[in-house]
């Protein structure tokens, strides 16, 4: 099998190149308790090694607001619980949830949204638990806290907690989507059982990374229904990574093949790696950064063999991974934007009509947003995606759109700000906050 050093040292971190190092720099500026491998709560004690996947492991149940950079009036708990891996095996993953003063009720509880984040990156130190914006702020996880609803956060298996109960690494299975949405169910209930008063009910949505997660719950849902589910966004979501366009097929993959070797343990990044791109990839894992400081490593170098594509190791597990042209259970909202550079909308459409053709009466809902690109998607639709899981709350039917809306805007897509331009800071001063 293969294995990667970790060990990460300032003698490496000098050899970087500057904008990596400049990156790397920022990244953990924006830690809130140090790093992950440094905090006690990120490590689970060995008796929880045959937990039952949902099974709560650790709670915290008040955590320390002025750590971090959440909204005004808003609380956050982190815990730990035990899920299950692409191949079965047991892994604790931890996350976080965050709480409105004052949240909205249904008849058995408070309304629960289960956050599904985009990609953070690969690294135990990329989990949005430990970020002090939580990784993505007022895009998703801010808005619906701030709108009522309990937010339930993972940060997917290996990033967060960085050893399972034995003592063994965990991998971050990067993009396998059934795999993430192990997480957010397994998250859910275990949340659930920490806190009584939360509803049963509940909805799921992510973005990018998450937005797979997102679809792959509604075919899990097909699979293994789980009671009080309603139904779920995908936003941007990545679906059939191998029809993407290069360069990003060729990042994606890379990506993913710590997973692949995960999975498949006779599988040799070597054989669909050049040298220089085992060489960039080994880097990346020793470094621990997260997705802008990866992105900066893996670039400039050919960093896969012309005929990886056939390996088929990687056509075993897009197959095991892949979202579309698979029953889905439960109403299913798809957004995409037409400008999207990261994912593209076109593929997103071919999956779509995939899952229609062979299961036409889907409660499949797809709307497209021109001029958009792929983060600013979640801004664009945030009042259809909002409407729609208050909906399904208000137990109101679904009425699929299949041919693909379309979202129209206001004034020419020009005038609009095209992506963002700020990031989130804590104030050091008093006239910073006013």
Known sequence: MWVYSQEFTDELKNTLPDSARASLEFEESKWATGSVLDDSFYTVLHRSKDAAPGTLIKLEREVNSTLFTIPPATALSRFIFQSKALNGSAVPVSGFILWPYSPRKVSDGFSIVAWAHGTSGLSPNCAPSHLKHLWQHFLGPYQLALQGYIVIAVDYAGLGVERDASGKRIVHEYLASPSHANDVFYGVQAAKSAFPELSNKFVIIGHSQGGGAAWAAAQRQALDPVEGYLGAVAVSPVTDSLAEPDPIRSFLTVGMIPGIAATFPEFQPGDILTPEGEERLDLVLQVGGCMTTSLILLAGVQLLKPDWTANRYVQEYQKLTVNGGKKIDGP?????????????????????????????????????LPGISHVSALTASQRLWMDWISDRFAGLEVTPRHNGAILTSARPVSAYQPELNWYIERATQFYQTR
Do not use: K, M, W
């Open 332 to 368: 299913l909202l798809i957004i995409h934007g037409e400008a999207d550079t990261s994912l593209s909308v076109e593929v997103s459409a071919q999956v779509v009509n995939e899952t229609l053709e062979q299961f036409p009466l889907s409660q499949l809902d797809f709307v497209r």
